[in-house]
């Protein structure tokens, strides 16, 4: 059996810089045509400058003429003139906002949601799209559902406003967002395939930690109908968020799952398994182009149930990189690339 994706888009990729950059952007390349590139480097891009140094940067490490980088700045209030220049720069997607500390490279995201309100309202009139971590403070368990209020409260206050609700993991998001025409999101490879009891139900594993963490079976259930029935506002966006080998095999393991390599055959997998091969397209692209009118850069790849061996490790400029799936025979592969 084959399925053939045309553009393939990966909504949200944490690819970083430097030397990871270079190791983990051409595996993202290879397989699709575009992606979002999330902001929260060290420091994060929050000028026009940073934006094209960066966009220059990835499109190199990128090794691809088949690749778009979607770029996005990092939440802080922008002036109109800022938000003006950046509209400016090719590539730029949209602006992720993290509340303040809530994940890897957030602290100097929103504290005050009243401060953020004239950027929100700038970017409602020029047709920026925002992208958001949504999760509070709480019990880890519940930061998803804390949140659900302020996506709602921006949903209202901001209706021109187009939100994406990032990595959702919850059937109360999914809920939310049937609520909001305004609202969109996306959903990872893992939340569609583990829940907190593959984390740390038996042996703990540090590969399948990330903010936010995977929720109970039946919250996995709904993100998986979602997907697999098409909802045309649940967007594909793997989170593929990589960190070195010691970051994640320690005492204080940064979240984060490596799923870029493996996305499109382990999603493969689970949509020819539920037979909605033929919903996969509108997942991984076809939601995402309609949503934002988007023409990525044409490209086919095609999946074949032919097995996939995961290496343990992806190793590259000083680099070491644990992969989801690591070891592991996936039965579905890329088997070929159109460009
Ligand atoms: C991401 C990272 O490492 O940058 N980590 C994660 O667990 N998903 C940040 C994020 O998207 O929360
Ligand atoms: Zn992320």
Redesign the pocket.
């Known amino acids: 059996m084959e399925i053939t994706l045309t553009s393939p888009l990966d909504m949200h990729l ?1 690819v970083r810089d430097g030397e990871m950059l270079k190791l983990v952007a051409p595996l993202s390349a290879r397989d699709f045509a575009g992606a979002v590139i ?1 902001p ?1 480097l060290v420091p994060p891009v929050t000028d026009d400058q940073a934006l094209q140094a960066y966009t220059k940067r990835v499109l190199e490490a990128s090794c691809s003429e088949h690749f778009a980088p979607l770029m996005t700045l990092f939440f802080r209030n922008y002036t109109e003139a800022e938000l003006l220049a950046a509209l400016s720069i090719p590539g730029f997607f949209g602006i992720k906002l993290y509340p303040a500390g809530v ?3 957030s602290d100097s995201g929103v504290s005050s949601w009243q401060m953020a309100e004239p950027t929100l309202r700038c970017m409602e009139a020029l047709g920026i799209p925002l992208l958001v ?1 949504g999760e509070s403070h709480g019990f880890v368990m519940d930061r998803e559902e804390q949140f659900l209020p302020i996506y709602r409260h921006l949903a209202e206050q901001f209706p021109k406003l187009s939100i994406c609700m990032e990595h959702i993991t919850t059937v109360a998001a999914l809920h939310l967002l049937d609520e909001y025409e305004n609202l969109c999101a996306t959903i990872t490879l893992h939340h569609l395939e583990f829940t907190l009891d593959d984390l740390l139900g038996g042996a703990m594993k540090p590969h399948l930690f ?2 936010p963490v995977a929720k109970r079976s039946e919250d996995r259930e709904a993100l998986l109908h979602a997907a697999l029935s098409g909802h045309p506002r649940v967007m594909f966006g793997s ?1 593929s ?1 990589p ?1 070195p080998l010691h970051k994640k095999e320690c005492c204080g393991c ?3 799952v490596f799923s870029a390599p493996v996305a499109l055959p382990a999603l493969a997998k689970i949509f020819a398994e539920h037979g909605a091969a033929d919903k996969l397209q509108a997942f991984v692209s076809g939601n995402a182009c309609h949503r934002y009118n988007l023409t990525p850069p044409l490209k086919k790849v095609t999946l074949r149930d032919t097995a996939m061996q995961v290496p343990v490790i992806y190793r590259g400029y000083g680099q070491s990189v644990v992969p989801l799936h690591t070891e592991e025979q996936l039965p579905w592969s890329v088997c070929a690339v159109q460009e």
């Open positions: 944490h999330m929260n994940t890897t490279n971590h990330c903010k989170d968020a960190h940064a979240a984060g």
